[in-house]
């Protein structure tokens, strides 16, 4: 089955102890992509990835880290997490950047 | 600074009405528009997308775009209690560093 997948889907944790969410899809897709969702605020885009090895900035990169050395791998790194990174994270990946993007169902983060 | 606007409603209407959900945006580049339907706590699911000027239906949906004006629509006919969602619409721009671009969505609630 085409899917995004995403891990852990529901997570609690402590300001300031490193954390990583992965992301993988098995489409081949070359493009993917990190969202969050808050209230109000709609979908921002964290980083992107246009394929291995390249990556770049989205709306709201501060506090965040990806790396991407596989084609299907995708993760986002919160090296130091602090209340206000508290969101629903989505993961979503593309046959490229313009087309449909296909989203994992998502990392709702605590940071207390 | 891309924009997509969207009335957050929501937007009511009794079962078997039509529900006309609209989008503006502000990139007149702009090629490709997507609406994604988001169940509470879901993640997004694609439901309609279109590229050039006109209607496209797909059984109850008709996606609707105006590329002079930078206005696309979704009208879902027969509406069900089942298409009770926040709908999301989405932007890509022009093609070589462009992603898509979400508008913050508009909740429909259908009532039997």
């Known amino acids: 089955e085409a899917q995004v997948t995403q891990n852990p889907r529901y997570l609690i944790t402590v300001t300031g102890k490193k954390l990583t969410v992965t992301c993988s899809q098995n489409?081949?897709?070359?493009?993917m992509s990190w969202y969050r969702q808050d209230p109000g605020l709609g979908l921002r885009q964290i980083y992107y990835?246009?394929?291995?090895?390249?990556?770049d900035k989205g709306d709201v990169p501060e506090g965040y880290k990806v790396s991407r050395k596989e084609k299907r791998n995708f993760p986002l790194i919160l090296e130091s997490p602090s209340p206000n990174q508290t969101s629903l994270y989505f993961c979503?990946?593309?046959?490229?950047?313009?087309?449909?993007?296909?989203f994992g169902p998502g990392t709702r983060l605590t940071v207390l | 600074q891309k924009e997509v606007e969207q009335n957050s409603g929501p937007l009511s209407v009794p079962e078997g009405a039509i529900a006309s959900l609209n989008c503006t945006y502000s990139?007149?580049?702009?090629?490709?528009f997507f609406w994604y339907r988001q169940y509470s706590g879901k993640s997004p699911e694609l439901i309609m997308f279109?590229?050039?000027?006109g209607d496209k239906e797909d059984g109850r949906f008709t996606a609707q775009l105006n590329k002079a004006s930078q206005y696309v629509s979704l009208l879902i006919r027969d509406s069900q209690p089942s298409d009770s969602a926040t709908y999301l619409c989405?932007?890509?721009?022009?093609?070589?560093?462009?992603?898509?671009?979400f508008g913050k969505g508009t909740m429909l609630l259908v009532s039997p």
């Open positions: 990139d007149r580049g702009s090629q490709s």
């Open positions: 990835s246009m394929n291995v090895e390249v990556t």
């Open positions: 279109i590229y050039s000027n």
């Open positions: 989405a932007v890509n721009g022009v093609s070589g560093y462009s992603t898509l671009t």
């Open positions: 489409m081949n897709h070359e493009y």
């Open positions: 979503a990946s593309s046959p490229d950047r313009g087309n449909e993007q296909f």
